[in-house]
Structure formats: structure tokens, C-alpha cells
């Protein structure tokens, strides 16, 4: 309460209290950025929800993309910068995690700040920790479903997993041992964030998981340490496959991203992936599929790498048209549960009939320039008049003079 006897929200967001006043119960235009969207106590994440499909240059629109995707083969995904890659990344592994058929989905990151391009060891030292990793929380997930190989020790089994992943388990386990039905609205899933691994779903505990990993734990005995597996004779990543298989997957997909995070010279992306695509004819030969997720100007160059391999694959571009991006932005009214579908309906002087047409054409088909449109927009209306429920030329004017993002700023009324 205030001086002035007046109670004040002290928590109160003047952007978040804008949208719900014009009729958004959330903010679904707050980040352009897939990972930052993926919101561990939800469940499922809204992020899912804002998923729609993009057009391709060749995927028949009437077809099931994650089918196609899913399938298996090799694939490359090539588009510009904010196009979707790995929006549409997230929500293949999402798919193949809450549509379990033996299949196991793992995640090669290659956007960490890596000096120079990896050798072919060590991507499979990577991929064996990422398999590991992921091949835990796919366990957990499907626990009771999984048939685990009769002729193996489960406890041996994953005491293996934990030392393939070099300690990076042990504290997602010691939380799942301290606190096995945790109150979240992703049950176990609330842990994955510390592998930096999204939550997809529910995942229920049980006394059988419960008691396995106790048993599979090491304790404080010296004598009682994770010996590594076997690599002497094979490679950690066919190591870890042959793991997997015991829990009953017959198939892997290796989703490949994150290509173009250090640098965007050909050169260098090529060389980072070089060692991958020498790999694809043995994978294929193992059930291993990669997914590659490219930037645009690598689709000529890996055309003619994979030339020379004799290479089975499929590939296609992402393409966004204007109806696209009007039905990603109607998506998002819909997720924000607002009986809006649009801009126009919150147009005010200057803007009238003209808001949709302006962002759509400012966003040059790149989704991401799209939400940064919107974004920008929302701030500066809600800096200059956050009580009123109309965008005006104002508005437009200012989100034009402060662009920060990649240039140009967006279009101007004729």
C-alpha cells in the first residue's frame, strides 16, 4: 500500500499486463529463440505448441513431415539464419520422445565455441557422451515399456552409461535418488534441465527405477568406481549403440546442429562436418541415421561431397511465404488463448489495415526477424503508452529508429 493509500503489484510486468489487456493470457512473442522458449515447468512446453510446419522447395505438403524425417535415411535440412532449423530440430526429437518406437534420438550440438573443427574421434567422442546423455533420459522416459535384453545385467548396463557420459549423470541420478516423485508438472523431467536436455512430457517414477539406479549408483567405497567401457577394441560411440540395443532400440537418429554458431565461412563449416559425412555410409550399415540441420549456403558444396560417396539421402530448404508466417502468428494468438488472430485487430492511428501487411512484408520469410518484428513493437508501444490497446505509426516509427537486430529495420508506410 502506498502513501497515497493506493495498493500497488509490485511484481507487475507492464509488457505482460499490455497483452492481457488486448486479450493474450501470456506473452508467446517474448524471445525469437527457439532453445530460450523451452520452458522447463510446463508441460508440455508452450514452445511445442508454437510448432508450425514450414513449406519446402520439394516435402509434398500432404505428406507427414516427421514421418519423412523420422524415416530411415540420411537428411539435410538447409535454411537461412532464423528460418526454423532447430525449432524444427526440437520438435522432430520431441516427437520421436513422446511417439516412442524403438528408436533413439540423439543430439550432436555443434554450437559450442570450438577453436578449430573437430576431428573424426573427436565427433565420436562427443556423440558417445550425447548418447549417453540421451540414451538415460530415453530409459527413464520409456522405463516401463522397454524390454531389456534377458542376457544382460541392467545394473552393469547402466553403471556403463554412467561412465560413458564422464560423471555428466551423476547429478541428475543423485537427484532422482534424493527425490524421486518430485512435485513438477514433468514429474522426473524437471531433472532433464540439468543435462541441458528439454522436458517432452511426464515422466512418472517407479520403486523398480527407483531401486535399479540405487543398485547401479556407485557409493563412497574407493573399490566401488564406474569403470569405462570397453573402447580398446571399438569406438565409444558403437559402444554406446551396442548399450542402446540392450534396452531393446534397434534404430539411432544423430541430430546435427548448431553448424554455423562460431563461424558462417564455408570453409570452416565444411571442415566441421567433413568428418560426419565420411561416417554416413558405416552409420547406415548400423542403423544410424543422421538429420543434419544446415545453413543455406552449405546445400552446393555438401550436394558435391555427397556426390562422391554414393550416399542414399534425402534433402530439401526451408521456405516460409507470407501465408506461413500469418498462420505462425495466428498460432501464437491462439497458444496466448486470445480470440485475436491478428494485428489489424489492434491497429490504431496510422495503422489502420496496414499492421499485418507491415510485419509480414518486414520479415522477408525469416520467422525469426518475424518475432523480433512483434517483439520490438510490443516494447515500444508499452513504453510510450502502455494503458492503451492500439499500435499506432508512433509505434511503428520507433521500433524503425531503435532496430537493434540484423539490418534492415523494418519497412516504412509508403
Avoid at 573443427?117 to 516401463?144: G, K, M, N, T, Y
Wanted: glycine share 4%.
Amino acid at each position: 500500500m502506498g502513501d497515497d493509500g493506493v495498493a500497488y503489484r509490485i511484481d507487475a510486468n507492464p509488457r505482460l499486463e499490455f497483452l492481457r489487456s488486448i486479450g493474450l493470457e501470456n506473452d508467446p512473442f517474448a524471445t525469437p529463440v527457439a532453445e530460450q522458449e523451452l520452458d522447463p515447468q510446463q508441460i508440455p512446453p508452450r514452445f511445442y505448441s508454437y510448432f508450425i510446419s514450414p513449406s519446402f522447395e520439394k516435402f509434398p505438403h500432404d505428406q507427414d513431415l516427421f514421418r519423412m524425417l523420422r524415416a530411415s535415411n540420411h537428411a539435410f535440412i538447409y535454411g537461412v539464419p532464423g528460418s526454423g532449423k532447430t525449432t524444427l530440430r526440437l520438435t522432430l526429437e520431441a516427437d520421436c520422445r513422446t511417439r516412442p518406437d524403438q528408436t533413439l534420438v540423439v543430439t550432436h550440438n555443434l554450437g559450442a565455441d570450438l577453436q578449430q573443427p573437430l576431428s573424426a574421434d573427436q565427433h565420436r567422442q562427443q556423440i558417445a557422451r550425447a548418447l549417453a546423455l540421451d540414451l538415460f533420459v530415453q530409459i527413464v522416459e520409456q522405463f516401463e515399456s522397454l524390454e531389456f535384453s534377458k542376457t544382460s545385467d541392467p545394473v552393469a548396463n547402466l553403471r556403463q552409461i554412467f561412465a560413458l557420459s564422464e560423471c555428466r549423470l551423476s547429478s541428475v541420478v543423485s537427484r532422482i535418488l534424493e527425490n524421486p516423485h518430485p512435485n513438477f508438472p514433468a514429474g522426473l523431467g524437471a531433472y532433464w534441465s540439468l543435462i541441458n536436455r528439454p522436458a517432452v512430457r511426464y515422466v512418472p517414477s517407479s520403486q523398480r527405477l527407483f531401486d535399479l539406479l540405487t543398485a547401479a549408483r556407485p557409493t563412497d567405497d574407493p573399490t566401488d568406481r564406474l569403470c569405462p567401457p570397453d573402447t580398446e577394441t571399438k569406438e565409444p560411440m558403437s559402444v554406446g549403440w551396442d548399450i542402446a540395443k540392450e534396452w531393446g532400440f534397434t534404430r539411432m537418429l544423430v541430430l546435427v546442429d548448431g553448424v554455423d554458431a562460431r563461424k558462417r565461412t564455408i570453409e570452416w563449416m565444411m571442415a566441421l562436418i567433413e568428418p560426419l559425412l565420411q561416417m554416413l555410409a558405416d552409420w547406415s550399415q548400423q542403423g544410424i541415421f543422421a538429420k543434419f540441420f544446415l545453413p543455406l549456403e552449405l546445400q552446393k558444396a555438401v550436394q558435391d561431397r555427397l556426390a562422391n560417396l554414393h550416399l542414399e539421402y534425402i534433402e530439401d530448404r526451408i521456405v516460409w511465404d507470407k501465408e506461413a508466417l500469418r498462420a505462425l502468428l495466428r498460432e501464437r494468438f491462439h497458444t496466448a488463448r486470445s480470440r485475436k488472430e491478428d494485428f489489424d485487430s489492434v491497429a490504431g492511428e496510422g495503422l489502420e489495415g496496414k499492421l499485418d501487411h507491415l510485419i509480414l512484408e518486414s520479415a522477408e520469410g525469416v520467422p525469426r526477424r518475424l518475432l523480433q518484428i512483434v517483439s520490438g513493437l510490443i516494447d515500444a508501444h508499452v513504453a510510450r503508452a502502455p494503458k492503451e490497446d492500439k499500435f499506432t505509426l508512433l509505434d511503428w516509427n520507433t521500433l524503425r529508429q531503435d532496430w537493434l537486430f540484423e539490418p534492415p529495420p523494418p519497412r516504412g508506410i509508403e
